[in-house]
C-alpha cells in the first residue's frame, strides 16, 4: 500500500500532482514538500510502526513513507551507526550524548540519503543528467549515484572546496566547473547555464526528495533512542527542514509518545544567518554579506527554506549556537581523541555547538542528546596539517 499523494509548496502551500516533473512551486518558486496520506495510513495500519519500518535495506526501510518510484538507485545509503558517547559527554556536561554517524554513507556524508531518492526520483521521470552546484559533499554524493544509474552529471563547485573534490567527481565520470567565488556564485553558474530547462537541476530545495531521502535520518535515531535534542549543523537547512518533517509524521501517524525532539541549529561564527535571525526573533533570515568558514559545508550564506527552518526550531521549541573556527578545531580533535571519530569541520561544528548550548543551560544535563556527524573529516587535508609530525 502506497501512501504518497504529492507535493505541496512549503511557502504557499500549492498542491501538486505526484508525477509531476515540477521541481520547484510554480506560483512562488518555493520549495516543494512530499505530501502522504497519513490518516490512511495509521487507520490501516493495527500498529503504525510496522508499515513505517519495513524490511528494505538502508534507508529503503522507510519505503512506504517515501516517494514510490520504479527503480531505487542504491549504493546502501543509510542505517548508519548510532554511537554511545555517555563517557564524553560525561565530561562535557552532557552524560547522555549519542553522535549519529552520517560518514558511514556512500561518499561519506549524509548527502547520500538525499541523494539516492532525487536521483531515482529523476531516473523515473526519464531525465538523462543531473545537475548540482554543492560545496563537496552533494557534488560527490550525485556524481556517484549518477554514475549508479548510469545518466549524465555536471557538478558546479566553488573554488574554495576542500582540494580533491573536483578530481574524485570526476572519477565518478561527472562533469566539473570550478567557479570562482562561493556556493552562491556556483549555483548562479549552474542556473545561467540550464535556463528554463530545470529538469535534472537538484540544488538545495530546488527539487523535492532530497528532504525526503534526508528524513530517514530521523526514523534510524527514533528506533534507536528517543532524543530530546538534535543538534545539527546547518547551511542550506535541508536536514534540520528533512529532521522537522520526519518527526511531524510520526507524530501524525501515533508513533510519538512525547513532543518531538527539540532541534538546534549550529552555524559558524563567520557564516551564521539563521542564528542570527533567531536571536534576533525573526521569521526570516537576510544573506549573511561575507561568508568566512573552514567548515565549507555550513559556508552558505542564505537558505532558500529559511522561514521554514525557523519555524521548524519554533515548532520544535528548539535553539540556535554560533562557533567559532577555533572550537570547531579543538571540536574535530577532541571527537578524535575521546571517540575514534575523524568528523567533518561541519560534524565537530555541531559537536562545539552542544558544549556552548549547554554551558549557557540552554540543554539541560538531563537531556539525551544526538549530535549528527553529517561527514567524515578526511577529505579537509587542512585538519591533518598540525599533526604531519
Ligand atoms: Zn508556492
Redesign the pocket.
Known amino acids: 500500500m502506497r501512501y504518497f499523494e504529492g507535493y505541496r509548496?512549503g511557502?504557499?502551500?500549492?498542491e501538486i500532482p505526484a508525477g509531476s516533473a515540477a521541481a520547484e512551486?510554480p506560483?512562488?518558486?518555493?520549495p516543494l514538500l512530499a505530501v502522504y496520506d497519513l490518516a490512511l495510513m495509521r487507520r490501516n495500519a493495527r500498529d503504525p510502526a510496522s508499515h513505517l519500518a519495513g524490511d528494505g535495506p538502508g534507508i529503503w526501510r522507510y519505503a512506504s513513507i517515501l516517494p514510490p518510484f520504479a527503480r531505487r538507485v542504491s549504493l546502501g545509503e543509510g542505517r548508519t551507526p548510532l554511537l554511545d558517547s555517555r563517557e564524553l559527554g560525561r565530561s562535557i556536561g552532557v552524560p547522555e550524548l549519542f553522535i549519529k554517524d552520517e560518514s558511514a554513507n556512500p561518499t561519506g556524508s549524509f548527502k547520500a540519503r538525499g541523494m539516492a531518492a532525487a536521483v531515482s526520483r529523476l531516473v523515473d521521470l526519464g531525465v538523462s543528467r543531473a545537475d548540482v552546484p554543492s560545496a563537496g559533499n552533494a557534488g560527490l554524493a550525485l556524481a556517484a549515484y549518477c554514475a549508479a544509474a548510469r545518466i549524465a552529471c555536471r557538478v558546479f563547485i566553488p573554488s574554495e572546496t576542500p582540494a580533491g573534490v573536483a578530481a574524485e567527481c570526476r572519477l565518478y565520470g561527472a562533469e566539473v566547473t570550478v567557479v570562482p567565488g562561493l556556493l552562491p556564485d556556483a549555483a548562479r553558474a549552474l542556473d545561467a547555464l540550464v535556463g528554463v530547462d530545470r529538469a535534472g537541476v537538484v540544488s538545495t530545495f530546488r527539487e523535492p526528495c532530497r528532504v525526503e531521502g534526508k528524513k530517514t535520518m530521523a526514523f534510524e535515531i527514533e528506533e534507536e533512542i528517543a532524543p530530546d535534542w538534535i543538534v545539527f549543523p546547518t547551511g542550506g537547512g535541508t536536514g534540520i527542514v528533512a529532521l522537522w518533517k520526519a518527526y511531524g509524521e510520526l507524530e501524525a501517524l501515533g508513533l510519538l509518545r512525547r513532543p518531538m525532539p527539540r532541534l538546534a541549529v549550529v552555524q559558524a561564527e563567520g557564516c551564521a544567518p539563521l542564528v542570527a535571525a533567531w536571536h534576533g526573533g525573526l521569521d526570516r533570515a537576510a544573506p549573511w554579506p561575507d561568508p568566512k568558514t573552514i567548515a565549507s559545508g555550513i559556508r552558505v550564506p542564505g537558505s532558500r527554506a529559511d522561514a521554514l527552518i525557523l519555524r521548524a526550531l519554533r515548532e520544535s521549541g528548539g535553539a540556535a549556537a554560533a562557533v567559532s573556527d577555533a572550537e570547531i578545531v579543538d571540536g574535530v580533535r577532541e571527537l578524535a581523541r575521546a571517540r575514534g571519530l575523524f568528523a567533518s569541520p561541519e560534524g565537530a561544528a555541531a559537536y562545539a555547538g552542544l558544549k556552548a548550548l549547554a554551558r549557557q543551560g540552554t540543554i539541560s544535563p538531563s537531556s539525551r542528546v544526538v549530535v549528527v556527524n553529517t561527514a567524515g573529516g578526511a577529505r579537509y587535508r587542512f585538519l591533518l596539517d598540525p599533526y604531519e609530525r
Do not use: N
Request: charged letters at 10%.
Open positions: 509548496c511557502a504557499c502551500g500549492r512551486c506560483s512562488c518558486a518555493g
